[in-house]
T-cell receptor, first 115, second 113 residues
Framework: DTEVTQTPKHLVMGMTNKKSLKCEQH?????MYWYKQKAKKPPELMFV???????INESVPSRFSPECPNSSLLNLHLHALQPEDSALYLC??????????????FGAGSRLTVL | RKEVEQDPGPFNVPEGATVAFNCTYS??????FFWYRQDCRKEPKLLMS???SGNEDGRFTAQLNRASQYISLLIRDSKLSDSATYLC??????????????FGQGTTLQVKP
């Protein structure tokens, strides 16, 4: 069982829908990440939260809105997505962001299809 | 030049074979290096961190060559269950890490019976 839990596992949404992806970890990690992965490509970093504050936004379109309610939870709010946003969305956590503490533990992912 | 480069393969090998993957990185200040394994339609999982002195875990050996800026992964006595994509991951910024790890494109391994 993965120590980073993501829900839902699968999500199908229309371009006008609003939905959210959720991620939870109870390892006491202080850094949490959202990655997007397309088929046969490596994960692409979207956002990093460190100590519940957004520390990196990789110029992600505003239709993706991250939220970190507390140190264990990370959400990704989705609104007005495009079909090309269909992908596997991976949440990850690490002890911290500094070198030596940034070993990532990934969740199983949420597979998103935008119609 | 890409920051982290891997041969995408696929590497097709018979069971029991020894196979090696290399990964090159462009930033000489990089300090943290990892190999992750990703099965089809699953999440990446840490296989090994890579240390300067090299490290071994069972059939898997990782090496770091700072002078030539590459890391390697050697798999001995390949099993069918080793079939996966192996991702090389580098922290390019040394001590001033921002959490932005760089992923290689991945190398696909297929072990055949």
């Amino acid at each position: 069982d993965t120590e980073v839990t993501q829900t839902p596992k699968h999500l199908v949404m229309g371009m006008t829908n609003k939905k959210s992806l959720k991620c939870e970890q109870h390892m006491g990690h202080r850094a949490m990440y959202w990655y997007k992965q397309k088929a046969k490509k490596p994960p692409e970093l979207m956002f990093v939260y460190s100590y519940e504050k957004l520390s990196i936004n990789e110029s992600v379109p505003s239709r993706f809105s991250p939220e970190c309610p507390n140190s264990s939870l990370l959400n990704l709010h989705l609104h007005a997505l495009q079909p090309e946003d269909s992908a596997l969305y991976l949440c990850a956590s690490s002890q911290g962001q500094s070198s030596g503490a940034n070993v990532l533990t990934f969740g199983a992912g949420s597979r998103l299809t935008v119609l | 030049r890409k920051e982290v480069e891997q041969d995408p393969g696929p590497f097709n090998v018979p069971e029991g074979a020894t196979v090696a993957f290399n990964c090159t990185y462009s930033n000489s200040a990089s300090q943290s290096f990892f190999w992750y394994r990703q099965d089809c339609r699953k999440e990446p999982k840490l296989l090994m961190s890579v240390y300067s002195s090299g490290n071994e875990d069972g059939r898997f050996t990782a090496q770091l060559n700072r002078a030539s800026q590459y890391i390697s992964l050697l798999i001995r006595d390949s099993k069918l269950s080793d079939s996966a994509t192996y991702l090389c991951v580098v922290n390019p910024l040394g001590s001033s890490n921002t959490g932005k790890l760089i992923f290689g494109q991945g190398t696909t391994l297929q072990v055949k019976p």
